[in-house]
């Protein structure tokens, strides 16, 4: 059964088929003669007028600290365009082939042998499964660990792409609160306790410990035990995700859980922020058994991971210096980075609060009591400046837990760029408060207390003005 709800283009609701006069159409709608077939995994793959919004947001005059997309015209861009060509006239009939569902064992040697050392890993070439980015990564885990209905302890806030996954296979997210210093292991164990008293166990902790999508927020070398601690002592296994590990400002790269639990944590890397997100190449490393149905996962879902795309990127680990790479990377997100903060910090009403983050790409902000970044966000783009509401990073009904919230990108605009659109994003809430002073706030009269209470623990407590975190 498909809800009537599903809309064909996620602009308003319509009615099934066979309802009302017409055949049930209603007047002006176009009905998605698919409407009836859907699966019920398929209900929440809904777009949302944020989707809409951000067609337009995508116009030149916008400055959008929306998107999480890489800069990657700082690449040797000639050289890799090289690696191509000769990758095309040396090994093309390779290159263009069908390849192996783990993915060529000369990436997981370069993988296990350059990569996951820095993150203090020691793995065997055996334990990879290259994916299609970490996107796909997150597919396949999910889909072999999870069955509908089945619980996912993930942060709160958590990144949008993994939450689509988790929906995708009709899991149910139980957000944990975060701080400043990343996720919260007290009320980890906390929320692992009610759901054992509920006679829940979670299929695994859904964790980003470096440089947090959307929060911007790392979790230090003790917060890292402590999680891992409390997962261990109630025997949840953890999925780590680290696609920006290698992107901390001051040079130093966190240690992965999996440094410290080969067992149950599963590590998902990614190439997309350290080289190009257009190859989509990712990996897990992962336990033997678990390794196992990963491939036949990949298998059942894409076959292989794309032959050329992993020959490039071996080529450009082997021949490129691709860690001074990094280091480019590094300080051209961390020059935006200051951009952003600095712009923030001159412009945004005292009431505001922000992260200042180490690494990565995002800063999660906090607007004054009584705002609503979502429908702020219309106007926002109307003033030219985009950014993603915060309750795109909650799942289901904990999606209010967001309202007060909004993420900042600071990776692909230059300094300059930031620094308008910041000013810009300023007008706005300024107006915004004062409709608020001037008319109250609905937001403020019907759900006061909690987006105030979570949001203010991930930015550190409201203090005007000024980051919480830095
Ligand atoms: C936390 C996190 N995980 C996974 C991904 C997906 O990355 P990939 O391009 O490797 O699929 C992203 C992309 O933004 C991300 O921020």
Same mark, same amino acid.
């Given at each position: 059964?498909?809800?009537?709800?599903?809309?064909?283009?996620?602009?308003?609701?319509?009615?099934?088929?066979?309802?009302?006069?017409?055949?049930?159409?209603?007047?002006?709608?176009?009905?998605?003669?698919?409407?009836?077939?859907?699966?019920?995994?398929?209900?929440?793959?809904?777009?949302?007028?944020?989707?809409?919004?951000?067609?337009?947001?995508?116009?030149?005059?916008?400055?959008?600290?929306?998107?999480?997309?890489?800069?990657?015209?700082?690449?040797?861009?000639?050289?890799?365009?090289?690696?191509?060509?000769?990758?095309?006239?040396?090994?093309?009939?390779?290159?263009?082939?069908?390849?192996?569902?783990?993915?060529?064992?000369?990436?997981?040697?370069?993988?296990?042998?350059?990569?996951?050392?820095?993150?203090?890993?020691?793995?065997?070439?055996?334990?990879?499964?290259?994916?299609?980015?970490?996107?796909?990564?997150?597919?396949?885990?999910?889909?072999?660990?999870?069955?509908?209905?089945?619980?996912?302890?993930?942060?709160?806030?958590?990144?949008?792409?993994?939450?689509?996954?988790?929906?995708?296979?009709?899991?149910?997210?139980?957000?944990?609160?975060?701080?400043?210093?990343?996720?919260?292991?007290?009320?980890?164990?906390?929320?692992?306790?009610?759901?054992?008293?509920?006679?829940?166990?979670?299929?695994?902790?859904?964790?980003?410990?470096?440089?947090?999508?959307?929060?911007?927020?790392?979790?230090?070398?003790?917060?890292?035990?402590?999680?891992?601690?409390?997962?261990?002592?109630?025997?949840?296994?953890?999925?780590?995700?680290?696609?920006?590990?290698?992107?901390?400002?001051?040079?130093?790269?966190?240690?992965?859980?999996?440094?410290?639990?080969?067992?149950?944590?599963?590590?998902?890397?990614?190439?997309?922020?350290?080289?190009?997100?257009?190859?989509?190449?990712?990996?897990?490393?992962?336990?033997?058994?678990?390794?196992?149905?990963?491939?036949?996962?990949?298998?059942?879902?894409?076959?292989?991971?794309?032959?050329?795309?992993?020959?490039?990127?071996?080529?450009?680990?082997?021949?490129?210096?691709?860690?001074?790479?990094?280091?480019?990377?590094?300080?051209?997100?961390?020059?935006? $980075? *200051?951009?952003?903060?600095? !712009?923030? #910090? &001159?412009?945004? %009403?005292?009431?505001? +609060?922000?992260?200042?983050?180490?690494?990565?790409?995002?800063?999660?902000?906090?607007?004054?009591?009584?705002?609503?970044?979502?429908?702020?966000?219309?106007?926002?783009?109307?003033?030219?400046?985009?950014?993603?509401?915060?309750?795109?990073?909650?799942?289901?009904?904990?999606?209010?837990?967001?309202?007060?919230?909004?993420?900042?990108?600071?990776?692909?605009?230059?300094?300059?760029?930031?620094?308008?659109?910041?000013?810009?994003?300023?007008?706005?809430?300024?107006?915004?408060?004062?409709?608020?002073?001037?008319?109250?706030?609905?937001?403020?009269?019907?759900?006061?207390?909690?987006?105030? $209470? *979570?949001?203010?623990?991930? !930015?550190? #407590? &409201?203090?005007? %003005?000024?980051?919480? +975190?830095?």
């Amino acid at each position: 059964m498909v809800s009537s709800e599903m809309t064909d283009d996620g602009s308003g609701p319509v009615r099934s088929p066979g309802t009302g006069a017409s055949g049930g159409m209603p007047h002006g709608t176009r009905l998605d003669p698919f409407l009836e077939a859907y699966a019920e995994r398929a209900r929440s793959m809904t777009s949302s007028e944020i989707r809409a919004l951000f067609a337009v947001a995508s116009r030149p005059e916008v400055v959008s600290l929306a998107g999480g997309m890489p800069f990657v015209s700082a690449l040797p861009l000639d050289a890799v365009a090289d690696t191509f060509r000769r990758l095309i006239a040396e090994r093309g009939a390779q290159a263009l082939q069908y390849g192996s569902g783990q993915g060529m064992e000369v990436l997981r040697e370069q993988i296990v042998a350059a990569l996951m050392p820095l993150v203090g890993v020691h793995a065997h070439p055996d334990d990879v499964v290259v994916t299609v980015g970490s996107q796909q990564g997150l597919d396949i885990v999910t889909r072999i660990l999870c069955d509908p209905g089945d619980i996912i302890v993930a942060e709160a806030p958590s990144y949008v792409g993994a939450l689509s996954v988790f929906a995708a296979y009709q899991a149910e997210v139980v957000h944990v609160p975060m701080d400043g210093d990343g996720l919260d292991p007290d009320a980890l164990a906390e929320t692992f306790r009610q759901l054992a008293a509920a006679g829940r166990r979670p299929k695994f902790l859904y964790t980003v410990p470096s440089f947090h999508n959307p929060a911007g927020v790392t979790q230090g070398p003790d917060r890292r035990r402590a999680v891992l601690d409390t997962c261990q002592a109630f025997g949840v296994p953890i999925v780590e995700d680290d696609p920006y590990g290698l992107l901390g400002f001051d040079g130093e790269v966190p240690r992965a859980l999996r440094a410290d639990d080969a067992e149950s944590v599963l590590y998902l890397g990614s190439f997309s922020k350290t080289f190009s997100p257009g190859l989509r190449v990712g990996w897990v490393v992962a336990p033997h058994g678990v390794r196992e149905k990963l491939v036949l996962a990949t298998e059942a879902s894409v076959l292989c991971p794309p032959q050329l795309s992993q020959l490039a990127v071996s080529a450009y680990l082997a021949e490129q210096p691709w860690w001074d790479q990094v280091k480019v990377f590094r300080e051209l997100y961390r020059e935006r $980075r *200051d951009a952003l903060i600095s !712009a923030v #910090q &001159s412009h945004f %009403p005292a009431e505001t +609060t922000w992260t200042t983050p180490s690494g990565g790409f995002y800063s999660w902000v906090t607007l004054p009591e009584g705002l609503d970044s979502s429908s702020m966000l219309p106007r926002a783009v109307t003033a030219r400046v985009a950014y993603v509401p915060g309750s795109a990073f909650y799942a289901g009904n904990a999606k209010r837990l967001g309202k007060r919230s909004l993420r900042l990108s600071y990776c692909f605009p230059d300094p300059d760029r930031i620094r308008e659109g910041v000013r810009r994003l300023a007008g706005v809430i300024e107006s915004e408060l004062e409709l608020v002073h001037t008319f109250g706030s609905p937001v403020a009269h019907t759900d006061p207390a909690l987006s105030a $209470r *979570d949001n203010a623990r991930i !930015a550190g #407590q &409201s203090q005007a %003005p000024g980051p919480a +975190t830095e």
